[in-house]
């Protein structure tokens, strides 16, 4: 019996809605959540995922177990989360696999958090995929980070947190596209 095609098999999947507030100037871009951050109904749930570690150390403060707490935390900074994906096609969790994206409304988000004034992007492919989705808006500045995701083997967590620390803590002010992975 022949075996199904990528397209057979993939599911159509749906993020997660912005965490944003008025405060919120600087906004971390995804690509699309993990199956594991999908089961759970949370952004970067899965453990592997360096994502709230980095957060954290940036900030030099303790790792917080509560999901409600790390939305706060993150909040209370000034920082929001969103993906660049609003849906996909996807098998598995790898981003190479995404398929069929339908893209966030990015120019929805800034007229109601105009605060927003950077965007930093969790890897390349959240990289790519914010830049198709903001084509034609008003171009804001972003930087692609390396990503948090146990995938990205080849930075080890503290070369991440070298990277990460200093846009989270609104220290470095971009003014265009910068790719730093």
């Known amino acids: 019996m022949p075996r199904p095609s990528f397209h057979a098999m993939a599911k159509r999947l749906s993020a997660f809605a912005p965490v944003a507030d008025a405060k919120t100037r600087i906004l971390i871009v995804g690509s699309m959540p993990s199956e594991a951050s999908l089961l759970l109904g949370q952004y970067y749930g899965n453990p592997k995922n360096a994502f709230w570690r980095l957060i954290y150390a940036a900030f030099g403060q303790k790792y917080d177990e509560s999901y409600e707490a790390r939305l706060a935390f993150l909040l209370k900074r000034g920082l929001g989360l969103w993906d660049a994906a609003?849906?996909?096609?996807?098998?598995?969790?790898?981003?190479?696999?995404?398929?069929?994206?339908?893209?966030?409304?990015?120019?929805?988000?800034?007229?109601?958090?105009?605060?927003?004034?950077?965007?930093?992007?969790?890897?390349?492919?959240?990289?790519?995929?914010?830049?198709?989705?903001?084509?034609?808006?008003?171009?804001?500045?972003?930087?692609?980070?390396?990503?948090?995701?146990?995938?990205?083997?080849?930075?080890?967590?503290?070369?991440?947190?070298?990277?990460?620390?200093?846009?989270?803590?609104?220290?470095?002010?971009?003014?265009?596209?910068?790719?730093?992975?």
Do not use: H, M
């Open 86 to 181: 609003q849906s996909c096609e996807r098998e598995g969790s790898l981003d190479a696999k995404i398929r069929n994206v339908e893209y966030a409304d990015f120019e929805g988000l800034f007229l109601r958090y105009p605060g927003i004034g950077q965007l930093l992007c969790n890897g390349g492919t959240a990289f790519r995929l914010y830049q198709a989705a903001a084509q034609g808006l008003e171009e804001r500045p972003c930087a692609q980070l390396p990503s948090s995701s146990p995938a990205a083997a080849k930075w080890r967590l503290e070369e991440k947190l070298a990277v990460w620390a200093p846009y989270l803590r609104g220290e470095c002010f971009l003014k265009r596209a910068e790719k730093l992975e």
